[in-house]
């Protein structure tokens, strides 16, 4: 037994680079295996691990927000949930930026968590006092807040809320795994909801308001501020469908006073489970079965890699196998001395997998947020070694049970190989073939794509942006008019658009392009832009916009194919129904014509594009209580700059500005995840391509190896070595139009999904263009290197 694993130990001599290569794809898909395994349970559990009252079914009820992601509701809007027939109980979970006061320490600004007193009990938070009263007067710090604190014992002491400084007291930190959840900020504090009044600041400045109208007002406000989800328990015999004819709550006008938000025209997000970021979920999700499809990939390859290797080392050993068999040796004793010889690979990759994965293991834990338990872990590299060890095994036993099967121990057709070998070394070449191709078509697609980015913001100004809004201390609101009419009279051009380019806080709103019926409307974003907002961005559809927009709206792809609209000059008669049209300047239920079509601008990331927006004339408001942002080239910004500022001091300091910087820098910020994305998407490509290149070029080394014999009779009888190159050109030419009719096939089915998921074309000409092009380079190296290989040898080796 020994010997059979030191003799497998001396083939990483003989076999170095192949060696090399099944130990970097089996380490790999190891420890993808183990990750995958490891993060499963909890990533695709309903409710997560602070939640042990996992016998009721929840539903987790928030706001659709402009890109399709879950956002928080208002209390407004869980008042009509509440009266919902299905609903047994409920509760929610929020949180909103406060002050409070420790001490003699202000902290002002900090992220407070505030939940129901129902729901510890709800969902049985162990960590979290579940007696009403008692979790009233308490108060939860998170671990950070704890170890940054100086001064006395934290635990203990009296926390004031709020401007009336209500006092509670912490009693403990806040569970970890309740404030990691994926795309949630980690609060400093945990309160009960019962301060949610206390924590919320409302500023009515100067107004000379009563101070019943002001209690009203806070009121209404508070009812109507979007900062909790829900969570609600269902009756029996009730599901999470039959919660789809909510209508939403609205806090009635009193004595005139109304409240509007972004919110009003959003409609419910019902999410079945505990969740309240379902859309990073199902990001971290599609992230796991990506970690899975590659950990599929490179058990493929590398079963393939390991099963050419052993095809020609059976080959290579059948004259060692013929003389053991004729003293004795039954076929199961040489599986075992294969399956022995394969030991130290087998351990090597085990080790190298644990190593890789307890490494990757923290930073997966931080990223995902998902809780890992030891046990699933173990479980993990249980399994794993498992199906590596079943994986090695196929790969060695096969070749040589087709030999047993066939008594090719001969050794006068040592060399020869039979009609199963060769297909299992055309069907490997295929594969590897496949396989890089489809890794170097995912990277240039994803390359070129960012190209393209790139382009675009190269053909665009480099824009500078600028913020105009009131001082503190001035009640009107800017002069719309007046203020573009100075902006016009600039000897350069400049943009100004009552939200930011860079994920602008807009209202959406119900939008129908039929009747003023607006129950039935989409939720479209609003924004107005001055008639140079286009032009100076340099969009497609932008000067029929420039020239048209005051006799109408501007929408881009996405807002028309959100009202089934289609991109033809009939659209252009069609008339829009906007609820909240006032905030582009239009009366209630007027109809408004579509001036133009634009396309889809990045204002939520290159990976949002689709979000539906519809612009309007900036000119049609007469004043603006909010910010104007101004956009000029970055050559003209000291001008407008001081432009400006010279503005500012003429009218007294009523008003002021904020140099925001380049955009650019906004959308490099925005855009982090599709760079992180690209880059790892490059990078595992490149690994695939040349794994599977490199074990192409042993597979052809191989299949030249099984044909050398007769090779050398044709050299023999006078053959030239190009006819032999080309008889191997014209087998591998064969092989590759079989492997990209499976690779187009594959990407025609994937490439709507992966549009979607990632922004990237797999079909782009370009991309398909390079991958040829690099693909064939690739293949003809490695079979002119193969086949110099081979025909170094004499003909008198060759025959033999």
Known sequence: MLSDIRYGWRQWRQYAAQMALLVIGFSVFTGLMMLCVATA?????????????????????GLRSHEGHMSQTTLANLSTVNAHPAVKDSSFLGTVVASFRINDQSFNGENVVFMQDQLPSLLGITAIARDPIQFQQSAYVSEAFLANWQGPELIGQTVLLGESETPVKVVDTIPQSLVSQPGLQEPVLLVSGSHFSTLLTVDFGDAPLPDAVKARARHMIMQETPNLYGVVTLRAGFSSADLADLSKGRASKEEGISVRSGTDSMDFYLHQGIDFTPHATNALKRQWWIMLVMCVVFAVLNVLNLLTLSINQCIQRRAEFATRVAVGATPATIQKQLLLEQLPLVLTCLGLALILTLASLAGLVAYWGVHIDVMTLVLGAVLSALVL?????????????????????????????????????????????????LALLFAFAMLTQQWQLRQQ?????????????????????????????????????????SKPFANPDTIASSVNAETPNYDDGQGINLISVSSQYFDFFNIGGGSAASAANREGV?????????????????????????????????????????????????????????????????????????????????????????WLQDRQQRQGQLWQFDDNGLLIEQMEQMNQDLNRLVMVSVLVAVLICSLSI??????????????QRRMGVLLAVGARSYQLFGQLLTLLLALTVLAMAVVFITVTMMNPRLSLMMGADMLAPAAISLM????????????AVAFMRIMRRPIRQLLQ
């Open 389 to 437: 060890l079943a994986a090695v095994s196929l790969s060695v036993l096969l070749p040589f049970s087709l030999l047993a099967r066939r008594q090719l121990f001969q050794r006068s057709r040592s060399q020869e190989a039979g009609p199963m070998q060769r297909r299992l070394g055309h069907l490997n070449v295929v594969a590897q073939i496949a396989f890089a191709s």
């Open 457 to 497: 913001q190269a053909a665009a100004p480099a824009a500078h942006e600028f913020s105009w809004s009131r001082s503190d201390n001035v009640n009107n609101g800017i002069d719309i008019k007046a203020f573009l009419n100075a902006v016009d009279g600039l000897p350069y051009a400049v943009a100004v658009s």
């Open 554 to 642: 501007v929408l881009n792809h996405a807002a028309l194919s959100a009202l089934n609209l289609r991109n033809s000059a009939a659209v252009f008669e069609q008339r829009l129904f906007i609820r909240e049209g006032d905030e582009l300047g239009y009366d209630d239920e007027q109809p408004i014509a579509i001036a133009a079509v634009v396309e889809n601008l990045p204002h939520f990331g290159f990976l949002n594009r689709e979000v539906a927006m519809i612009y309007g004339d900036l000119a049609r408001l007469h004043s603006i209580n909010q910010t104007l942002y101004l956009y000029v080239d970055v050559i003209h910004a000291a001008a407008l700059r001081q």
């Open 694 to 707: 490199t074990s192409l070029f042993y597979q052809l080394s191989g299949l030249l190896q099984m044909r």
């Open 41 to 61: 349970p909890d990533l695709f559990k309903k409710t997560p691990t602070w939640v042990t009252a996992n016998d009721t079914e929840y539903v987790t009820i």
């Open 772 to 783: 040829l092009a690099i693909l064939v380079l690739l293949l003809l190296v490695s079979a």
